[in-house]
């Protein structure tokens, strides 16, 4: 491949690096055959019920909504849970520098499908939490049934046997998790469209799980460099107010 040279590199480096290019191209082209292959999904499960939310609606004041109105005249809706139930005192870390990345892409989402942050906190508790972290662009919701968290697993509740034990869940334990969940809305009818589950896959030895990484620039900046992700991982602890 005919292409670009930095200054003083050696051959063994450009042709250790051709080589890798050429890694890199057939892993963008297997990103975009995923991505085909989940955009052709057939047609999910409709929804059980029509979930109740409670946002920040007029004059800054709680008011609920359905999650059949969430569209806002688009196809498609996209749900991100985030871990940040009543059982914690500070949002999981995780979560918390995933959703610092999509803030920014955040601005321009709802021009082909609107997304929303849910967790089974009080809608205040998020708000400020957004506030703190100086999120401008994400909206939350407070899950006040929780009967959306369960469905779509943004916690453990409806978890097989198998995954509990995996997670060594103790009877009557449970914690929120962490997932995307797509909709599509088709006149009335609003079905599932997908889920990450990845994020409850196996990981292989040494890694975290990489349900997120799409969307998470910290992970792939850090993949760009000589040391890697090592076994760093961000914590919340001293936000600035």
Aim: charged share 30%; with cysteine.
């Amino acid at each position: 491949m005919d292409h670009i040279a930095y200054p003083n590199e050696s051959a063994a480096y450009r042709a250790a690096r051709g080589a890798l290019l050429a890694d890199e191209i057939a892993l963008r082209r297997q990103i975009e055959a995923v991505a085909a292959k989940r955009r052709a999904l057939p047609p999910g499960g409709e929804i059980a019920e029509d979930y109740v939310f409670e946002r920040i609606g007029a004059h800054q004041r709680p008011a609920t909504v359905r999650l059949s109105d969430l569209f806002a005249g688009k196809p498609s809706l996209i749900l991100y849970s985030f871990m940040f139930g009543p059982d914690r005192d500070l949002p999981c870390p995780g979560c918390t520098h995933m959703l610092d990345s999509v803030d920014g892409g955040a601005r321009y989402i709802d021009d082909r499908a609107p997304l929303y942050i849910v967790a089974k906190s009080p809608i205040a508790r998020l708000t400020e939490w957004a506030r703190v972290r100086g999120w401008h662009h994400l909206t939350f919701l407070s899950d006040v049934t929780t009967r959306y968290s369960a469905d779509y697993f943004g916690d453990t509740r409806k978890f097989p046997p198998a995954m509990r034990s995996a997670r060594k869940l103790k009877d009557g334990e449970e914690w929120d998790e962490t997932i995307f969940n797509v909709f599509r809305k088709e006149g009335e009818t609003v079905r599932h469209h997908w889920g990450s589950e990845m994020a409850f896959a196996p990981s292989d030895p040494g890694q975290h799980h990489r349900a997120g990484d799409l969307v998470d620039s910290l992970w792939g900046l850090l993949d760009m460099t000589p040391e890697g992700r090592g076994d760093y991982f961000p914590t919340v602890e001293g936000t600035k107010r």
